[in-house]
């Protein structure tokens, strides 16, 4: 089953955006789950307004800031909402999908490849502009420029072979920045040739505009010193093996 995870903090200005980009999908069969991160905003009261009592929807309120990667990586890991083979699909809380097809795209993409176990894609920024998002090497992601971005998919059972140990910071506590590299890394890496397709149709529309975007200094993650700090921290962690 395709498990979508929207992560976000004070997405109030978005939200609506990124859940109406889901409701709208032709394939219908998914779980959305929304894991807001302590917004101080009305983001809350505006997703139990859009969600109403589709079942399909999960808001998840957390009481102490946990941050994109622990957020993630706890949902996954609960067995109770999400099973080995499910499609993960990430789509940040102030982004959205970019056409009505996408769930039934990637769906289609893992059915008829029962190998395949982990993608990404391309994506446009609000403004029309192409993004970034490339074919990567596997065995040279790590030394290379960040091209692993939107629009990213996996099986659950991938991002379950990452050790936990490699989401923490050396001295032991979580890493609150350039969560895309932390995981995308050893999923690339364990994934190799064999599991792994690059997608060019674009898929995923980015939010750049938010001022609470990662890389900005209003960001919950500390802006763009803290990402160059976490970033080389995660790019000299120990490469996995592919499978």
């Given at each position: 089953?395709?498990?979508?995870?929207?992560?976000?903090?004070?997405?109030?200005r978005?939200?609506?955006?990124?859940?109406?980009?889901?409701k709208?999908?032709?394939?219908?069969?998914f779980?959305?789950?929304?894991?807001?991160?302590?917004?101080?905003?009305d983001?809350?009261?505006?997703?139990?307004?859009?969600?109403?009592?589709?079942?399909?929807?999960?808001?998840?309120?957390?009481?102490e800031?946990?941050?994109?990667?622990?957020?993630?990586?706890?949902?996954?890991?609960?067995?109770?909402?999400?099973?080995?083979?499910?499609?993960?699909i990430?789509?940040?809380?102030?982004?959205?999908?970019?056409n009505?097809n996408?769930?039934?795209?990637?769906?289609?993409?893992?059915?008829?490849?029962?190998?395949?176990?982990?993608?990404?894609g391309?994506?446009?920024?609000r403004d029309?502009?192409?993004?970034?998002?490339?074919?990567?090497?596997?065995?040279?992601?790590?030394n290379q420029p960040?091209?692993?971005?939107?629009?990213?998919?996996?099986?659950?059972?991938?991002?379950?072979k990452?050790?936990?140990?490699?989401?923490n910071?050396?001295f032991?506590n979580?890493?609150?920045s350039?969560?895309?590299?932390?995981?995308?890394?050893?999923?690339?890496?364990?994934?190799?040739?064999?599991?792994?397709?690059?997608?060019?149709?674009?898929?995923y529309?980015?939010?750049?505009?938010?001022?609470?975007?990662?890389?900005k200094?209003?960001s919950?993650?500390?802006?763009?010193?803290?990402?160059?700090?976490?970033?080389?921290?995660?790019?000299?962690?120990?490469?996995?093996?592919?499978?």
């Amino acid at each position: 089953m395709i498990k979508i995870i929207s992560c976000f903090w004070n997405a109030s200005r978005y939200i609506e955006g990124c859940i109406n980009s889901v409701k709208n999908q032709s394939l219908t069969d998914f779980k959305m789950y929304l894991i807001d991160d302590v917004s101080t905003d009305d983001t809350i009261e505006k997703i139990k307004s859009l969600i109403d009592n589709d079942k399909r929807f999960e808001l998840i309120e957390n009481k102490e800031k946990k941050f994109k990667l622990k957020n993630i990586d706890e949902l996954i890991r609960d067995e109770s909402k999400i099973n080995d083979e499910d499609i993960i699909i990430e789509l940040d809380g102030d982004d959205r999908f970019s056409n009505t097809n996408v769930l039934s795209f990637i769906n289609n993409k893992y059915n008829i490849n029962s190998d395949l176990w982990l993608t990404n894609g391309s994506f446009i920024y609000r403004d029309g502009r192409v993004g970034f998002s490339a074919k990567v090497d596997y065995s040279k992601i790590r030394n290379q420029p960040f091209q692993f971005s939107h629009l990213r998919t996996w099986k659950a059972h991938l991002w379950k072979k990452i050790n936990p140990e490699d989401f923490n910071h050396q001295f032991g506590n979580s890493i609150i920045s350039a969560p895309d590299l932390a995981y995308s890394f050893p999923m690339a890496e364990m994934a190799g040739n064999n599991h792994y397709e690059f997608i060019p149709e674009i898929l995923y529309i980015y939010n750049d505009e938010s001022p609470y975007n990662e890389f900005k200094n209003e960001s919950a993650g500390g802006g763009k010193f803290q990402q160059f700090v976490c970033e080389s921290e995660i790019r000299f962690k120990k490469p996995y093996e592919p499978i």
